[in-house]
T-cell receptor, first 113, second 113 residues
């Protein structure tokens, strides 16, 4: 069974600085998808970034980028130029070819002004 | 903008009572998920539908939980009888197909007393 582990329950970053959130996963599959979702205090989950496992190039979305290490089964999220609005719970998620989407335990990010 | 609709937003019920949640996915989305999220934890997949068919319900406590998506559109999740440990946020999500972005509703906050 696939598992997703986020080892940092809480992280803090100064506004305008860079922070990296860690995620590891376990799977025996070769093709899959990885996601980072953000859940603000209003609790509606939104997609931050998506990575296909068959792509070697790391995905980027504006200030958000990932470091995808397939052999190490690692998928970290880097947030550059952190903003107050980035404060939220961040969930790493794994999706297999069948569409089963499973989440890690989350990392709560706080941004200090 | 299209959204995943869930109702009710909040529900308080007594233990041993029946409770039901409703989800209307974004129009045209074939995949529908129900998740349970305990405060401070990641969402746990309860059931996944592809159109009207159940794809995965391996984590659904079938002695008390049931889910249906009769016409492949909206879906209902039922708990009978509710237990104190069922208190959580119940999230519905939909995606166009598997392996594409999942859109989440605002959730139903269930409190069992």
């Amino acid at each position: 069974a696939q598992t997703v582990t986020q080892s940092q329950p809480e992280m803090s970053v100064q506004e305008a600085e860079t922070v990296t959130l860690s995620c590891t996963y376990d799977t025996s599959e070769s093709d899959y998808y990885l996601f980072w979702y953000k859940q603000p205090p209003s609790r509606q989950m939104i997609l931050v970034i998506r990575q296909e496992a068959y792509k070697q190039q790391n995905a980027t979305e504006n200030r958000f980028s990932v470091n995808f290490q397939k052999a190490a089964k690692s998928f970290s999220l880097k947030i550059s130029d952190s903003q107050l609005g980035d404060a939220a719970m961040y969930f790493c998620a794994y999706e297999n070819q069948g569409g089963k989407l499973i989440f890690g335990q989350g990392t709560e990010l706080s941004v200090k002004p | 903008e299209a959204e995943v609709a869930q109702s009710p937003r909040y529900k308080i019920t007594e233990k041993s009572q029946a409770v039901a949640f409703w989800c209307d996915p974004i129009s045209g989305h074939a995949t529908l998920y129900w998740y349970r999220q305990i405060l401070g934890q990641g969402p746990e997949l309860l059931v996944q539908f592809q159109d009207e068919s159940v794809v995965d319900d391996s984590q659904l406590p079938k002695d008390r939980f049931s889910a249906e998506r009769l016409k492949g559109v909206d879906s209902t999740l039922k708990i009978q009888p509710a237990e104190l440990g069922d208190s959580a946020m119940y999230l519905c999500a939909s995606s166009l197909t598997s392996n594409t972005e999942a859109f989440f509703g605002q959730g139903t906050r269930l409190t069992v007393v």
